[in-house]
């Protein structure tokens, strides 16, 4: 397994200050890890998301409460049931799903397993969203399927041998068919030109993210 | 209506030279709109790594 380093901050832009970035550390390092962190390192094992980027999203999508609901998301990672669906069937289909992972699926979504079990390679969608906003309250199933999500996009946006996650933060925040999403996508330049031409919302992800002060400084 | 002396009319011919080129010019456009707007992006890839475990991130501060 080949290494590839990330130099944190991304950006010397921040959206915190250093009174806010300390109480975020500790809001990660007193709440979030000891009621998650199990959890979330064995995802992380499994997943090979590093644990430090899980706890950043968990922070910023829901700071850390795993009854969070918006009338789109739900969770910890703030899923949505179609996005869910989508990102297992793609997994399965991409022939990447581990098998931790099909285990930890079973034990939660019993015979609708079997709808994952039946993709065939490079399906990427059965026409059918089969998780439900319950199914994503429960913080393993939840931190499972977004960790899986943030693997794909680890994959599709390192470039030139650098994770973008400028980019990972935008499509996260507003998916990859939004007009930012894929303006995103298309971004050729630094993490501080993209921050300059999306919206004040998605440049603050960016920051919160791996800017100056953010959360990933706070805690790797 | 005589439809034989209509297929031969000048109107016709007149009325096909407008609507054919109407359609097609507008078809190209409508598909490249359509594309551009409610396509599925093509990102600077896809994802291409058939495990997880390819790569490990390691997080330096700078």
């Known amino acids: 397994m080949a290494n590839i380093s990330v130099s944190i901050p991304l950006t010397q832009k921040s959206f915190y200050d250093t009174t806010s970035a300390k109480a975020n550390a500790d809001r990660i390092n007193n709440i979030i890890k000891p009621k998650y962190g199990k959890i979330i390192d064995n995802i992380s094992k499994i997943t090979n998301v590093p644990s430090e980027l899980i706890y950043s999203f968990v922070f910023i999508e829901s700071r850390g409460s795993e009854t969070a609901e918006t009338p789109y998301a739900v969770g910890l990672l703030q899923l949505s049931p179609a996005t869910a669906s989508d990102v297992l069937i793609k997994e399965k289909g991409l022939g990447r799903l581990e098998k931790e992972e099909s285990e930890m699926l079973k034990k939660y979504l019993g015979g609708r397993y079997e709808l994952i079990a039946n993709v065939k390679p490079n399906q990427k969608t059965i026409g059918k969203t089969f998780i439900t906003r319950e199914d994503l309250l429960k913080p393993e199933l939840n931190l499972l399927i977004g960790s899986i999500l943030l693997s794909q996009m680890i994959n599709e946006f390192t470039e030139d041998g650098k994770v973008r996650l400028d980019k990972i933060a935008v499509i996260y925040n507003t998916g990859r068919f939004s007009k930012v999403g894929k303006e995103a996508i298309a971004h050729s330049g630094t993490t501080d030109e993209l921050i300059t031409k999306i919206p004040q919302g998605q440049a603050d992800y960016i920051t919160k993210l791996v800017g100056k002060h953010s959360l990933m400084e706070g805690i790797v | ?62």
């Open chain 2, 1 to 62: 209506m005589d439809f034989a002396k209509f297929k031969n009319s000048k109107a016709l011919k007149i009325g096909l030279a407008i609507a054919i080129p109407t359609v097609l010019v507008g078809a190209y456009f409508g598909y490249k709109f359509i594309k551009k707007n409610y396509g599925t992006p093509k990102g600077k890839g896809e994802v291409t790594a058939e495990s997880k475990h390819q790569n490990k991130i390691v997080f330096t501060k700078s």
